[in-house]
């Protein structure tokens, strides 16, 4: 981002700013008193968005404070278990170990690790590039009003977020059977970071080396609790299918990509770029995750939107891939492939099936069918019904007409330790939202399309 032209516009100053993301540039124009408090973040590294932007702005940042940063919740009593969950939708803390030994030496150097603040907390060293471990990354354990997204130590946050024993003990604390885990803010919800180190080498070791972490680590500690999720590997679509082949041999049985890669600077999924990841997918049974903000993006109407409006929004990142990627036609090239909404939330889904019902009515017009023929290729609420899921966590007046979406279209997550979490009490809230339905429906929804989905078995 580089400031081109600065005027003075009514009781303002206005900048003008240049964004280069890869193979495009962008003017965006916005008060300059936003950049100079920083609600607008964005940095680029090797011609690659690199930092949160949007997605970091949904929660406010604020001074670190050692007495606010000790405080804990007393320590939650077991749920009595009326369901067997399966989390769709967790989250890792990564650990400070979490490349040691698991890169060439040559490129230990060069490798992320973590740091000493000068304000106290602890911060991601990531292509000379200092992060900060935000306390709101594990908000699970703490009182809402001490969520700061000041920057945090890793002995002030709740350890299950990073350990996975003690991941496990709140699990069955919370009566979670199995989990799947996507990475921290830090790295993206796709792992952008990697593809981004400006040192490309470096960085695919890097990625490799997380995802030995998952599989060798992690999951390794308790195979029976925890679902294997790969990151991929943006910079090389033909590298990126043979890491797919190769991870599924490993037992990997998903991937979290990006619910919109042009986001990231890289080519759309309707380019044609992809097909060799997409391929791969398909071949192994590999699911493909898109977690809601892996784009680095986060719906905003205006540049000065107050964060309560992206948070909001939400859902609206998970609506918008659902139907770039239904028309990208993937689905229709491989029809076993799974596609999975991550913290997609379900409230805007019965409006984009309206949607799509109504629209197909006049598909076969010159005007709609250039790249949806209603006769080849059929209806697209079907194909949405057969390779697309999502996921949630608090969606009460949605689950009343959960048969407009499919009762196996629908994975509740858990989403610890964010702060949008149902944990520990994600038993009781699953029974305020799915009390009314059938055993069948909420067998599925609570386990049973996860199981199918992941290939994997609750206990």
Sequence with gaps: MRPVVAVESGLREILQLEIYSGWRSTTLTVPATLLQSKRLLVRFCGGKMTSQTSLESVHEASTRSVAVATQFLPEPVPSAQRYRIISADDHYLEPPTLFQGRIPSRMEEEAPRVIDGSDGGQYWLID???????????????????????????????????????????????????????????????????????????????????????????????PDRFIPCQLPWFIDPELAAREIRKNAERGFTCVSFSENPQGLGYPSIHSGYWEPFFAACAETETTINLHVGSSSLISQPSVDSPHGVPNALFGMNSMMATADWLFSRVALRYPNLKIVLSESGIGWVPGLIDRLNWTDKYRDSPIMRDN????????????????????????????????????????????????????????????????????????????????????????
Aim: with cysteine; hydrophobic share 40%; glycine share 6%.
């Design 128 to 222: 000379g590039v200092e992060s900060p471990i935000r306390d709101w990354n594990v908000s699970s354990g703490r009182a809402s009003l001490h969520w700061t997204g000041a920057s945090a130590r890793f002995e002030e946050l709740r350890k299950g977020a990073y350990d996975a024993n003690a991941r496990v003990s709140d699990m069955d604390l919370a009566g979670i059977e199995l989990s799947l885990n996507f990475p921290s803010a830090v790295w993206g919800f796709a792992g952008r970071v990697f593809s981004a180190m400006h040192d490309k080498e470096v960085g695919l070791a890097c990625l490799r080396a997380y995802n030995d972490w998952v599989i060798d680590d992690w999951c390794a500690s308790h």
């Design 372 to 459: 949806w023929d209603i006769i080849k290729d059929g209806s697209t609420v079907e194909v949405l019904r057969r390779n697309f899921w999502y996921t949630s966590i608090w969606d009460p007046a949605t689950f009343r007409v959960l048969d407009v979406i499919g009762a196996d279209r629908v994975m509740l997550e858990v989403d610890y330790p964010h702060p949008d979490s149902s944990w520990p009490d994600c038993q009781e809230r699953a029974f305020e939202q799915l009390g009314h339905l059938d055993a069948q429906s909420i067998a599925a929804v609570t386990h049973a399309n996860a199981e199918h989905v992941y290939r994997c078995r609750a206990l």
